[in-house]
């Protein structure tokens, strides 16, 4: 008999007890051995559920219990749940998790103690929800040089800037719509300001490219400054606004990595990324890109992953799983400056001196949009460096405008 605990009976955590307990057959016949449910740790009171009889409150018992083999962290957050874990690897416990801001700051630090306590740590739930992503990036493309890691991170701002685009929707009640869903994270913030789908970069950055990329390293920005009006834009210009993380490795052992909201052209496959779905595109020297579609959030797609972790460890009490990466350090990510195409936004009451301006600084621009009845220029520019496309944008007379980025 294999003894597993669950720390956390949130949204996730309860997915995992009602997968663990209503589909124990199936996982125990993946198993080959029985498995069970030993404890769930939690302090808010659940004495009405069928399986009362595993909560508990008191962490020392699942860490002093010799039993226990396997626990999965499904608290979220920082504290405790890093020093649980610490733990529980300490006692040479094998531990699997959901929680990315515990994995994208403290993984190569906890990577490290399972290796030396000869048990596993991981961590598939982490990113993508359901979506099998860090196993077969890290086991079926590992003949690859991996070059690129770009996605759609998010459920939560994808679904939010889906309504927006497709029912009309305001930022506010859509993401009061994600929330009711069990998308959002306790505080949404996270979500809308980038700082999720910042956490989910740095684990597949560390793990593609060898070494922890930390968040702070992450140039970050999140949706809150997409309005309505660019998500029209971006559409009559054959483009959907997506929040994009992407990931790159670059000569000289340096990477660079950042977060942002995108323009994203129709001829891209991430534009077709809708509602709760995340993708990621890994391109490979040998394979060229590969994607990566499915659920990114929400209870039993995360809950899949937590058990899927479950299962392997299972498998794999006397075996360790290679899913390590070093330490990282300062200088390794850098500024992206290659160049690109960016969408533009201008506007200005003196619409004619405007529009006169920006003839004569992109005068064979045909990707635009002139609304004279509103004093705006919708427009993409040609490929260049962010710096050159500067220069010329401070030649044009406008009184406000804005600035995103383009994928292809
Ligand atoms: N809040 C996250 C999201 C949950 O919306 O994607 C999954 O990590």
């Not at 051995?33 to 399986?51: A, C, G, N, T």
């Not at 103690?113 to 860090?134: H, K, Q, T, W």
């Not at 800037?161 to 993401?175: G, H």
């Not at 040609?382 to 600035?403: A, G, N, P, R």
């Amino acid at each position: 008999m294999i003894y597993v605990a669950i720390m956390g009976h949130g949204t996730v955590g309860s997915g995992v007890a009602e997968i663990m307990i209503n589909h124990n057959p199936l996982v125990a016949e993946k198993v080959r051995d029985k498995i069970e449910v030993k404890y769930i740790l939690e302090l808010r009171d659940f004495s009405s559920l069928p399986y009362a009889e595993k909560f508990t409150d008191d962490f020392e018992k699942i860490v002093n219990d010799p039993e226990v083999k396997i626990v999965a962290e499904v608290m979220g957050g920082i504290h405790p749940a890093y020093e649980f874990v610490k733990r529980c690897l300490e006692a040479k416990k094998s531990v699997v998790t959901s929680n990315k801001e515990l994995v994208a700051m403290k993984g190569a630090e906890l990577l490290k103690i399972a290796s030396e306590n000869s048990v596993n740590f991981l961590f598939e739930a982490s990113v993508g929800g359901g979506i099998p992503i860090l196993r077969p990036m890290a086991q079926c493309l590992a003949a690859n040089d991996i070059n690129s890691v770009t996605g759609i991170l998010n459920g939560t701002t994808n679904y939010v800037l889906n309504k927006m685009i497709v029912d009309d929707m305001s930022f506010d009640t859509a993401l009061a719509l994600a929330q009711e869903k069990g998308f959002a994270e306790k505080d949404p913030t996270a979500d809308i300001e980038g700082h999720d789908t910042c956490r989910k970069i740095c684990i597949l950055a560390s793990l593609a490219f060898g070494k922890h990329v930390y968040p702070e390293q992450v140039k970050t920005e999140g949706i809150t400054n997409v309005t309505l009006e660019d998500v029209a834009y971006a559409q009559k210009l054959g483009c959907a606004i997506k929040l994009i993380a992407r990931a790159k490795k670059l000569p000289g052992g340096h990477i660079t990595a950042e977060v942002a909201p995108m323009l994203v052209s129709n001829s891209n496959m991430l534009s077709h990324v809708n509602g709760v779905f995340n993708a990621i595109m890994v391109h490979g020297d040998a394979t060229g890109d590969v994607m990566f579609y499915g659920k990114g959030a929400g209870k039993m797609p995360t809950a899949s992953a937590v058990v899927a972790d479950i299962i392997d460890c299972a498998k794999h009490l006397h075996a360790r799983k290679y899913f390590d990466w070093q330490e990282g350090e300062e200088g390794y990510v850098v500024p992206d400056t290659s160049k690109k195409r960016f969408f533009v936004l201008i506007k200005s009451l003196d619409f004619e001196a405007m529009s006169k301006s920006f003839n004569a600084v992109f005068p064979d621009n045909t990707w635009n949009i002139k609304n004279e009845f509103s004093g705006e220029i919708a427009f993409i520019t040609d490929e260049d460096f962010e710096v050159e496309i500067s220069k010329k944008l401070d030649k044009i007379k406008y009184e406000s405008i804005k600035t995103m980025k383009m994928l292809f």
